[in-house]
T-cell receptor, first 115, second 115 residues
Framework: AQKITQTQPGMFVQEKEAVTLDCTYD???????LFWYKQPSSGEMIFLIY????DQQNATEGRYSLNFQKARKSANLVISASQLGDSAMYFC????????????WGAGTKLIIKP | GAGVSQSPSNKVTEKGKDVELRCDPI?????LYWYRQSLGQGLEFLIY????????KSGLPSDRFSAERTGGSVSTLTIQRTQQEDSAVYLC?????????????FGDGTRLSIL
């Protein structure tokens, strides 16, 4: 079974609009962390935001926020006031428990911002 | 530079040859990870090093793949008798510790093409 599911292979959004990128996860471990990364066409992987399973509040980082719904096992990324430079692949990833350090990755969502 | 450095950035080789990929992590980072990314896909975990502990090799796809980390710093990923399915971008990441909350910082990757 997929541990990280990103159901949107691609999205087009008008510049300045907000965009939500979906991510659902599957784990039986009560301790886990969720990460979002951005990968522009140049290829580098850029860390955006982190949410821990025990965090009481949704994470925010500038224009990025994470809509964390623990009961639904969803961790959607919200980008406010999108910019042309936001066009990239976006990956959701999870780290499970205290004894596994590698990240488990979703297949990604290709976001294109239209001027 | 202060980031994760990988070399070479591109490698083209013939099927059956051995290749070595190098990763120089951020200074002071004790955790080092290797991932593989096939075209249009998410990342696949390969191997993880943490300090002087035995590496987690659970993601290596076959015994043709091996990695070492010398002196707790530079790491080399070796692929022996390369096959065409080994063609991918190989990404290295490092983090300050194995703590769940620490994001992994990525290098720009080595694009490996097997002819």
């Amino acid at each position: 079974a997929q541990k990280i599911t990103q159901t949107q292979p691609g999205m087009f959004v008008q510049e300045k609009e907000a965009v939500t990128l979906d991510c659902t996860y599957d784990t039986s471990d009560p301790s886990y962390g969720l990460f979002w990364y951005k990968q522009p066409s140049s290829g580098e992987m850029i860390f955006l935001i982190y949410q821990g399973s025990y965090d009481q509040q949704n994470a925010t980082e500038g224009r990025y926020s994470l809509n964390f719904q623990k009961a639904r096992k969803s961790a959607n990324l919200v980008i406010s006031a999108s910019q042309l430079g936001d066009s990239a692949m976006y990956f959701c990833a999870m780290r499970e428990g205290l004894y596994h350090s590698q990240l488990i990755w979703g297949a990604g969502t290709k976001l294109i911002i239209k001027p | 530079g202060a980031g994760v450095s990988q070399s070479p950035s591109n490698k083209v080789t013939e099927k059956g040859k051995d290749v070595e990929l190098r990763c120089d992590p951020i200074s002071g980072h004790t955790a080092l990870y290797w991932y593989r990314q096939s075209l249009g896909q998410g990342l696949e975990f390969l191997i993880y090093f943490q300090g002087n502990s035995a590496p987690d090799k659970s993601g290596l796809p076959s015994d043709r793949f091996s990695a070492e980390r010398t002196g707790g710093s530079v790491s080399t990923l070796t692929i022996q008798r390369t096959q065409q399915e080994d063609s991918a971008v190989y990404l290295c990441a490092s983090s300050p510790s194995r703590s769940m909350v620490q994001p992994q910082h990525f290098g720009d990757g080595t694009r490996l093409s097997i002819l």
